[in-house]
C-alpha cells in the first residue's frame, strides 16, 4: 500500500482524523466511523455488483457487512496518478474469528446462515456473471491432476516429497473422478429446479479471517470473490477449514450442519451438493497443483507436512462423510 494512497482520500466527502497501516490496506479514522482503504483490481461490472450485494445485506438487516463508500463523485472507486486502482469501505477495529473455539465456529455457522437469505438478486440485473460450474471445475481439476503425475513418472530423481505424492496420485485421483462422474449425474437434476427469476450468490471466501469480532459484535468483509453458486459453498469452505484442525470429527461436523440448519434448513439437492464437495479431494489438487506450479528445486517442508496429515486423515475424512451422508452417498 502507497502512502501516497492517503491523498486520494481528499476525493471523498469525509474528515479524516487518523490513518494507520493495517492488512495491505491503510484504516482511516473518520468522522463516519472506521474506514479501510485498498487497492483493487477488478473490473467495473464486479465491483457494481458487489456494491449491490452489500447494499443489499444492509437493507435486510440480517448481519453487519461491509459497505463500499462512494467518492464525492458518486464514483465506486479512485485512481492515483500511476493507475492504481482503490476502494474504500466501511471497516470495524477487531479481531478475527477463533477457529479453535467451538462456541465461536458455532457463531461463524449461524451468521453463514442469515446471511445467504440475503445474497439474491433478480435474474435480469446487468452485468451478472455466468453460474458456476462445480463439474467443469473439477473436470478442469482432474486434467491437472493428470498433468502432474505424468510430471512425476518421467521425473528422475524424486525427493521424498515427491515420493510420497507419487505413491499417493493413484488413489486420490481416483477419487477426483468418481466423485466428477457423479457429480455430472447431480449437476443435470440441479439444472431441472434452478430458478431463474432469481440469482443466489455466495460470499465467495467465508473464512475466519473475514469474520470479525468487534465492539459492536461480528462484521462481515472481502466479498470481492462473491459469485453466483449454491451457497453451500461457503458452507463446504467454512466445514472443510474447521473439519481438517478437527480431524473431521463427526461430533463437530454434525454441529456445524445442524446450526445452519436451525436458521436455514437445507433442500435435499443441496445437501447432495455439499456431500460431493466435501468428497472431492481439493486439498490433495492444491498440494499438488502448487508444487507443479512452482520452483522444485527446493520444496518447503511445510508441503511435506501438509501431505502427511491429508493422507492420515483420510480414512477418518470417508468415515465422516459415510456417517453425516449416509443417505446421500450412494447417489
Known amino acids: 500500500m502507497n502512502d501516497r494512497a492517503v491523498e486520494l482520500l481528499e476525493q471523498y466527502e469525509i474528515e479524516v482524523q487518523r490513518t494507520r497501516k493495517g492488512r495491505g490496506a491503510i484504516v482511516c479514522d473518520t468522522d463516519q466511523g472506521c474506514l479501510i482503504l485498498k487497492e483493487y483490481t477488478g473490473n467495473g461490472d464486479r465491483i457494481r455488483l458487489q456494491d449491490r450485494l452489500l447494499q443489499r445485506i444492509s437493507e435486510e438487516g440480517m448481519v453487519q457487512a461491509e459497505r463500499i463508500v462512494p467518492a464525492r463523485d458518486g464514483a465506486l472507486s479512485v485512481r492515483d496518478a500511476e493507475g492504481t486502482e482503490y476502494v474504500l469501505k466501511t471497516w470495524t477495529e477487531g479481531r478475527e474469528c477463533n477457529i479453535y473455539d467451538r462456541t465461536e465456529c458455532g457463531m461463524a455457522v449461524s451468521l453463514l446462515a442469515r446471511l445467504h437469505p440475503c445474497m439474491t438478486l433478480p435474474g435480469d440485473t446487468p452485468g451478472l456473471p455466468a453460474p458456476f460450474s462445480p463439474e467443469k471445475e473439477y473436470e478442469k481439476?482432474?486434467?491437472?491432476?493428470?498433468?502432474?503425475?505424468?510430471?512425476?513418472?518421467?521425473?528422475?530423481?524424486?525427493?521424498?516429497?515427491?515420493?510420497?505424492?507419487?505413491?499417493?496420485?493413484?488413489?486420490?485421483?481416483?477419487?477426483?473422478?468418481?466423485?466428477?462422474?457423479?457429480?455430472?449425474?447431480?449437476?443435470?437434476?440441479?439444472?431441472?429446479?434452478?430458478?431463474?427469476?432469481?440469482?443466489?450468490?455466495?460470499h465467495g471466501d467465508y473464512q475466519y479471517h473475514n469474520i470479525l469480532k468487534g465492539n459492536g459484535g461480528w462484521f462481515l468483509v472481502n466479498f470481492e470473490k462473491c459469485l453466483p453458486d449454491n451457497p453451500i459453498r461457503d458452507l463446504y469452505l467454512l466445514m472443510r477449514k474447521l473439519l481438517e484442525k478437527g480431524n473431521w470429527s463427526v461430533p463437530l461436523g454434525t454441529e456445524l450442519l445442524e446450526t445452519y440448519e436451525k436458521k436455514s434448513p437445507l433442500p435435499a439437492i443441496s445437501r447432495i451438493d455439499l456431500y460431493y464437495r466435501l468428497a472431492y479431494p481439493e486439498k490433495f489438487w492444491k498440494i499438488a497443483n502448487f508444487y507443479y506450479n512452482s520452483g522444485k528445486a527446493w520444496i518447503p517442508g511445510r508441503n511435506q507436512e501438509k501431505l502427511e496429515k491429508l493422507i492420515a486423515q483420510e480414512k477418518e475424512k470417508q468415515r465422516f462423510l459415510d456417517e453425516v451422508f449416509r443417505s446421500v452417498s450412494g447417489v
Do not use: P
Open 141 to 202: 481439476h482432474n486434467r491437472e491432476l493428470k498433468r502432474v503425475r505424468k510430471y512425476l513418472k518421467q521425473k528422475g530423481q524424486k525427493t521424498w516429497f515427491e515420493i510420497c505424492l507419487l505413491n499417493a496420485f493413484d488413489y486420490f485421483l481416483e477419487k477426483a473422478q468418481e466423485v466428477t462422474e457423479e457429480w455430472s449425474q447431480y449437476s443435470s437434476q440441479a439444472q431441472a429446479v434452478r430458478d431463474d427469476k432469481t440469482v443466489t450468490f455466495c
